[in-house]
């Protein structure tokens, strides 16, 4: 599963664009007063102006030997979320390692070395090492559900997880991470988990789908 495009809404445009142009340095593909777009290696975040916009949950892989490199990097720039005194999390299960901070939104971003897709370079971290957005949120009270909708659309299966209050649905390149929000906050700062709108474009298995989450619902259409 690859995830093309993700579109996610913020009620404070320019901060978020000051702190991903500037403070992470990556490309403004597309700029206007109402969004603002950044190339993250293979994928497209945009943010649109929205009012009421509420905190996400996203991840971004990273090269798989490079997450003390993108601490010491992220740590010049920015402040690290830890559990406990962990800057970076081991998930073994998973055989992943992770690292998080907040934007200017609170939204909690990850970054993930995945050891599996042996994706590991031997060029200096920066952003040009934002491989692709492979993680986005949904918070629901109905996860089967959601994933039911999901498989039926396009035959993805569960990666981790199930029905009760986690279910990673997808692969290791792109993944929906569902997470009962009446039982469950967001690993590690204990936020609420809000079930906030957002847009995807994305492939799998060579066909492209559109995925729209909104008011607690996913909805696909495609190809």
Request: hydrophobic residues 35%; proline residues 3%.
């Amino acid at each position: 599963m690859k995830i093309q495009e993700l579109t996610l809404y913020t009620s404070n445009i320019d901060g978020q664009t000051e702190f991903y142009s500037q403070v992470l340095g990556l490309e403004i593909v597309k700029k206007s007063p109402k969004n603002v777009s950044f190339h993250i290696g293979n994928s497209l975040l945009q943010f649109e102006q929205k009012k009421e916009a509420t905190p996400y949950h996203f991840a971004i892989n990273i090269p798989a030997n490079k997450e003390e490199e993108a601490l010491q990097w992220l740590k010049s720039r920015l402040t690290i979320l830890k559990d406990e005194q962990d800057e970076i999390i081991d998930f073994r299960a998973w055989n992943a390692k992770a690292i998080y901070f907040y934007d200017q939104d609170k939204n909690i971003v990850e970054l993930i070395a995945r050891k599996n897709l042996k994706n590991e370079s031997d060029q200096n971290f920066g952003p040009e090492q934002f491989l692709e957005i492979s993680e986005i949120d949904v918070p629901t009270r109905d996860i089967e559900s959601e994933f039911s909708i999901l498989r039926n659309a396009m035959g993805i299966e569960i990666y981790d997880g199930g029905f009760g209050n986690f279910c990673a649905i997808g692969d290791e390149n792109g993944l929906f991470i569902c997470i009962n929000k009446e039982h469950k906050k967001w690993y590690p700062t204990n936020d609420k988990a809000f079930a906030s709108n957002f847009k995807l474009l994305m492939q799998e298995k060579g066909k492209q789908y559109q995925v729209d989450f909104k008011n607690e619902s996913i909805k696909v259409t495609g190809p």
